[in-house]
């Protein structure tokens, strides 16, 4: 794990020494636990009782803001299981970032992944107050949506309709967030890819903008015949974008920003290089899929830093070291 460093201007002292890039990221987990059951979903076991506590909140906030005291700009995401579970922690902490930000004058930019059934207006007020941007999680439309998107206690069985997209708040979200071009993170799997196009076409209806997709492997294995549907799906997004401009589509724009400028992109993940995943228990991953993965599998768990500081998985040592503590109500 290497050896301790100390991080000058803190009382802390942390297993990691900093990133040698200029910017640099951070996904924070607030909590594992999700009201929905996904079960493609990184975070294996939904643990309702493992949280970010007031405690931990502190030493992350203590960790990440003396790991980018040097950074001109930064990135902090918060991310679950369902962040917005735990809206008092949330709201501590980007209070404590946005502060930090502007006395040390750095750029910072705050986001938050949420499955959008928690968006209520008290939620989207306390985003809109820190300026968090939204990313939306939604596999599709109605019909595409609900392959995955299970209720909690729901059976997790990949093409059972779960009726969770009735669920998700798409009100207020465009009441509060419509102006920043709304995003959705579209998971695409072997069972949901038939209705990729379509609910791109229907999600553009409601008044989505711009949509990412991420093809997932977890639930099932892609085969050629997959493949091959998936990319007969994409043709035809590609069809619906060039016909519809004002959309953006993270897997055209990607490819044309490649070709355009002639360069190829030598490192496909940042995982490790420019961006940090932070447990609920304060456990450094070099990437929040690697976080949700191995931290919430209790198996996984058990080789982690407290049990076998060899592990290849883990960046480094937690962040259990003393602090003082400004402790604010739990929820």
Request: net charge neutral; charged share 25%.
């Amino acid at each position: 794990m290497g050896e301790i460093v100390s991080c000058a201007g803190s009382n802390l002292q942390f297993g990691v020494a900093p990133l040698p890039f200029t910017h640099r990221g951070y996904y924070i987990y607030l909590t594992e636990a999700c009201n929905l059951r996904c079960n493609y979903c990184f975070v294996s076991e939904k643990a309702n009782d493992r949280h970010l506590t007031p405690e931990m909140a502190v030493k992350v906030a203590d960790f990440v803001k003396s790991d980018a005291r040097g950074l001109k700009e930064t990135y902090i995401h918060f991310f679950g299981g369902e962040p917005l579970i735990r809206p008092t922690v949330l709201d501590y902490l980007a209070t404590e970032f946005r502060t930090w930000a502007e006395e040390r004058k750095i750029k910072l930019k705050l986001g938050i992944t949420t499955n959008g059934t928690p968006l209520t207006k008290g939620n989207c007020e306390m985003l809109k107050r820190h300026d968090v941007g939204v990313q939306l999680s939604l596999d599709g439309s109605r019909e595409g949506n609900n392959v995955h998107r299970q209720l909690m206690g729901g059976v997790q069985c990949g093409l059972r309709p779960a009726g969770a997209f009735d669920l998700v708040r798409i009100d207020n979200y465009f009441s509060y967030f419509g102006k920043e071009r709304p995003n959705c993170r579209m998971t695409v799997t072997i069972h949901n890819v038939e209705f990729l196009a379509t609910s791109i076409r229907e999600l553009h209806a409601l008044g989505f903008k711009s949509f990412s997709i991420i093809p997932d492997s977890d639930c099932g294995a892609w085969t050629r015949d997959h493949l091959a549907r998936y990319e007969a799906k994409l043709s035809e997004v590609f069809e619906y974008w060039a016909a519809n401009r004002e959309i953006e589509v993270n897997a055209i724009e990607h490819t044309i920003e490649k070709l355009v400028r002639k360069k190829s992109q030598p490192h496909l993940c940042q995982a490790g290089r420019s961006i940090l995943g932070i447990t609920v228990e304060g456990d450094i991953y070099p990437c929040h899929d690697f976080s949700g993965k191995f931290s919430a599998d209790p198996v996984e768990r058990a080789k982690g830093p407290r049990n076998n500081n060899t592990s290849p998985v883990v960046a480094t040592n937690t962040l259990l070291a003393a602090a003082n503590f400004t402790l604010f109500p739990s929820q």
